[in-house]
C-alpha cells in the first residue's frame, strides 16, 4: 500500500503538486520494456473499445452433455401425452427400432431434437 502525504498552503500548490505527481507517473506501457511489453492489449481510456475475441481452431468446442435415458423417456412419454403413441412410434420407427429399449444412447440427443420439433 503506497501512502502519499501533500502539504499546500493554496490550492494552487495543491494543484501543482498533483499535477507534478501525475505527470511523474509513467503509464504502464512506459514502465515495461519492449521484451515485457504484455501479450493482451492495455485499455488507455475507460471507453477504450474491448479488442474482438477469436475462438481458437485448436481448442474444441464444448459440446452440450448428451441427454440421459431418464431424460429422453420423460420427453417421449411428455409427447406422448400430448400427441398421442403414433407420435412416438413415428420417432422410434425413423431411429430403425420399436421400443425405447432398443433405441442406441448415441440417438438420444437426435430423438430430444424431434421431441421438441414435435411437442
Do not use: C, W
Amino acid at each position: 500500500m503506497l501512502y502519499l502525504k501533500i502539504t499546500a498552503e493554496t490550492p494552487e500548490e495543491l494543484k501543482q503538486q498533483l499535477l507534478d505527481l501525475t505527470n511523474s507517473l509513467a503509464s504502464p506501457r512506459e514502465q515495461l520494456g519492449k521484451d515485457d511489453a504484455p501479450s493482451f492489449p492495455v485499455a488507455t481510456a475507460p471507453d477504450a473499445p474491448v479488442p474482438e475475441q477469436r475462438e481458437d481452431p485448436a481448442v474444441p468446442a464444448v459440446e452440450a452433455p448428451s441427454p440421459t435415458l431418464e431424460e429422453t423417456r420423460a420427453a417421449l412419454n411428455a409427447l406422448r401425452q400430448k400427441k398421442g403413441a403414433a407420435a412416438v412410434r413415428a420417432i422410434l420407427t425413423a431411429h430403425g427400432v420399436k421400443s425405447f429399449t432398443e433405441l442406441d444412447p448415441n440417438d438420444y440427443a437426435q430423438v430430444m431434437a424431434e421431441v421438441r420439433e414435435n411437442g
